[in-house]
């Protein structure tokens, strides 16, 4: 895999740019920040909108999302599309950026991408201040969406019309177990199901007691894919690990495997 085909691991990440005045400031809202392609969609939306006070000059690329030996992976592709591929937004404006499908996808299967937004600093004016003589340091903007697609005989999200069956929304299929990293104590995570599990509050619970693994998210295991994170504390066979799977309710204890 070449330098160009694959992407820094960091899924959100800010480079220290020239400085400027802190009064030239740009806020970006996205939406839906969990989009989804059904097997019966050929193109998706997803919204930009600068809630800043300059105008927001914005790069969008989709990269295929693969996860092996234990880290996230980014590749270029061209299954999907995301248009218009660059953007200058006004102070209060949105813009649509459309995702679509270039084909079909694989029936019965989930394809996982993510969706990096830059933001394109604007250049600094010929009679600036050199870059010492300023306070304000001016940040470059990177966010990363998720985006996962679905095949026919599969689907991602439960209908509330009632236009999908129910029994064709996957389902995740985690197990974890204990391992050691260079003497340290990890949670290897593994997803044997169909779809992807996003993990939010994400204990350890032993001796009665619930140690956060990390506070919020944790992360991401896409199918047929295992990753690993810093354990709290070294788990031992009567460990229970609990966490919420893709946005559920209330958190729920993930089988210990071998």
């Known amino acids: 895999m070449g330098a160009g085909a694959k992407w820094a691991r960091t899924l959100i990440g800010l480079l220290l740019l020239a400085s400027v005045p802190a009064g030239a400031a740009t806020s970006v809202l996205i939406w839906p920040i969990d989009p989804v392609l059904e097997a019966d969609q050929k193109a998706g939306a997803l919204w930009l909108e600068n809630r800043g006070t300059a105008p927001a000059s914005l790069q969008v690329r989709v990269f295929a999302w693969r996860q092996g030996e234990y880290q996230e992976q980014f590749q270029a592709q061209r299954e999907i599309i995301g248009s218009p591929p660059a953007a200058t937004i006004a102070p209060g404006q949105k813009q649509l950026i459309r995702l679509t499908r270039t084909g079909t996808s694989p029936a019965g299967q989930e394809q996982a991408y993510r969706i990096i937004i830059d933001e394109i600093p604007s250049p600094l004016p010929a009679d600036a201040p050199s870059a010492g003589t300023l306070a304000a340091i001016r940040l470059q903007m990177r966010y990363s969406v998720p985006l996962f697609v679905y095949g026919e005989g599969l689907w991602g999200k439960p209908d509330p019309e009632g236009k999908r ?94």
């Open 165 to 258: 069956s129910a029994e064709g929304v996957g389902k995740p299929q985690l197990s974890w177990r204990p391992v050691s990293v260079q003497g340290k104590p990890y949670l290897e995570l593994r997803n044997t199901g169909p779809v992807h599990a996003r993990l939010t509050d994400v204990v350890l619970q032993q001796g009665g007691r619930d140690t956060p693994v990390v506070e919020g998210l944790l992360g991401y295991v896409l199918p047929g894919a295992s990753m690993r994170w810093p354990a709290p504390s070294a788990p031992s066979a009567a460990s229970v690990l609990k966490g919420r799977v893709n946005g559920q309710d209330a958190a729920q204890a993930i089988s210990q495997g071998r």
